[in-house]
């Protein structure tokens, strides 16, 4: 099938019917795939940043077999025949054109060519401490650590308690529990789950965990608002509900996470400090958290 679409890729632009090179196959990677794919924590280890890490492969071995697309795993994955399709955070997916180009450069023996070699971006600085925090600081970490299991293409089929980390979006808008509480990370699951307060901890093939660095991030993007890559702090998700559960560590919070209690929270016994509680409730619109009902655990 692949050696077919090889044949017709020359169809596409004048550019595309000569014998494609490294200069062409690097852009899309870097376009495409080098979010996730690059550095250290690359997924199962593979690192499509330069000409030799791609024919490398990762910890699985090669990835990419010169002269034979039909056997090259990567072109499963671009074309979605051997699951999870990338890249996780698609669709858009990579084109026809793209993909055809990229099996057309296999058949031809993955030629570096004559042009300078593609250069992976630089790699975002981390902000400076008390610096703003915007989503496109933290988005490497949920892409290379998170989506495989959190996006549409999850390893499990579908992602673990409907949570997509696939875009700003969907972070925000959480799965089945909400997620990040802007300006409030001790009741944000993600950060929750991250320094393993939420159970499972996460990453689920963790360890090793994130970095403390990176925990850190995560911890005050969410702290300053959850700001999208323009700087804008999200919404306060009024009426979105909450549960936590964990240790007290005071007469109304768990963990650090502070909630209110009114004439209307049911409170079945109230948990001593240290105790396993848990507590469920409200989103208010200030971003507070009012407690529906309180229980030990």
Request: aromatic fraction near 8%.
């Amino acid at each position: 099938m692949w050696r077919i679409a090889a044949a017709l890729s020359f169809l596409f632009t004048a550019a595309q019917a000569q014998t494609p090179d490294w200069a062409q196959i690097g852009t899309i990677f870097t376009n495409r795939c080098i979010i996730c794919h690059s550095g250290d924590a690359a997924p199962l280890g593979l690192q499509l940043d330069s000409y030799e890490n791609a024919l490398a492969g990762g910890w699985m071995g090669a990835v990419l077999l010169a002269g034979n697309p039909d056997d090259s795993r990567l072109i499963g994955r671009l074309s979605g025949t051997i699951l999870p399709r990338m890249p996780l955070n698609g669709p858009p997916y990579l084109t026809d054109a793209e993909i055809s180009l990229v099996v057309a450069w296999i058949e031809a023996g993955m030629p570096r060519g004559d042009a300078d070699p593609v250069s992976a971006p630089a790699a975002r600085p981390r902000p400076a401490p008390g610096a703003p925090i915007v989503f496109a600081d933290v988005a490497p970490i949920f892409l290379q650590r998170c989506a495989k299991c959190h996006s549409r293409n999850s390893i499990f089929g579908v992602a673990p308690e409907g949570l997509l980390l696939e875009s700003y979006e969907t972070v925000l808008a959480g799965g089945e529990r909400l997620a990040v509480l802007p300006g409030n990370p001790e009741m944000s699951e993600i950060w929750r789950r991250l320094v393993g307060l939420g159970q499972p901890r996460m990453p689920f093939d963790g360890p090793p965990w994130l970095d403390a660095a990176d925990i850190a991030l995560v911890y005050d993007w969410i702290a300053q608002g959850a700001a999208d890559d323009s700087g804008i702090r999200a919404s306060i998700p009024f009426g979105r509900t909450v549960r936590l559960r964990g240790r007290m560590t005071g007469r109304a919070e768990i963990d650090g996470a502070a909630f209110r209690i009114g004439p209307t929270t049911r409170i079945d016994d109230w948990p001593d400090m240290g105790v396993e509680a848990e507590m469920r409730g409200a989103v208010m619109p200030d971003g507070s958290v009012r407690a529906t009902r309180l229980r030990s655990r």
